[in-house]
Each structure stands twice: as structure tokens, then as C-alpha cells.
């Protein structure tokens, strides 16, 4: 059974920092590309930040080199380290394993807010 959970979400003020874990079971984890993704309400989801299995990664045009995405391989975790956060990134963040099939993370609350 494959499990993605993911944690480190809360309130933040403009400015401030978070960092997201997601912690996958029941795949081969450094085979999988790991992405994070988002969905504010009313919105459709957006892909934030991917890294591919061979540790290459992509970054969406609106994180402007705020945010890191890292694996460890060794303990089945994806990482997003999240700086400079603004009122805008308040939104729903979701871990997505994927090679030719997908998985989805129930996903972690950040709230962005003074």
C-alpha cells in the first residue's frame, strides 16, 4: 500500500519560513520523481517544484529561487524549504510520487498571514 504523508504546514508571517516533509511508503522511493504541488481555494492545482529520481529539479516561474526541493533517499522523504513566503503562497501543499502512475499525499495546510 503506497502512503505519502506529508507535514510541517501552519501559519506564517509575510517573510517568514517553513519547511514541508513528505514521507512516502510501499514504492521504491529513489526511483520515483517527487513533486510538490499547490491549490489555493478556487484555484486549479499548480506544480511548485519536482525532482526527478536522477536529483534534477524544476521550479515553478512564481517560486523566484524562495523555495528548495530536496530528497533523502535513505529515509523515503521529500523536502520543501520554503523562504521569503508571502500571503500568495497560502494555499494547500501537496507530495506527488510519480513515474508512469501517480500518487497523491493528502496534503498540508500553510497559511500565509500577518
Known amino acids: 500500500q503506497v502512503q505519502l504523508v506529508e507535514s510541517g504546514g501552519g501559519l506564517v508571517q509575510p517573510g517568514g519560513s517553513l519547511r514541508l516533509s513528505c514521507a512516502a511508503s510501499?514504492?521504491?522511493?529513489?526511483?520515483?520523481?517527487m513533486g510538490w504541488y499547490r491549490q489555493a481555494p478556487g484555484k486549479q492545482r499548480e506544480l511548485v517544484a519536482i525532482i526527478f529520481s536522477s536529483g534534477t529539479t524544476n521550479y515553478a516561474d512564481f517560486v523566484e529561487g524562495r523555495f528548495t526541493i530536496l530528497r533523502d533517499n535513505a529515509k523515503n522523504t521529500v523536502y520543501l524549504q520554503m523562504n521569503g513566503l508571502k500571503p500568495e503562497d497560502t494555499a494547500v501543499y501537496y507530495c506527488?510520487?510519480?513515474?508512469?502512475?501517480?500518487?497523491w499525499g493528502r496534503g498540508t495546510q500553510v497559511t500565509v498571514s500577518s
Open positions: 506527488k510520487a510519480s513515474i508512469l502512475t501517480a500518487y
Open positions: 510501499g514504492i521504491a522511493f529513489s526511483r520515483w520523481n
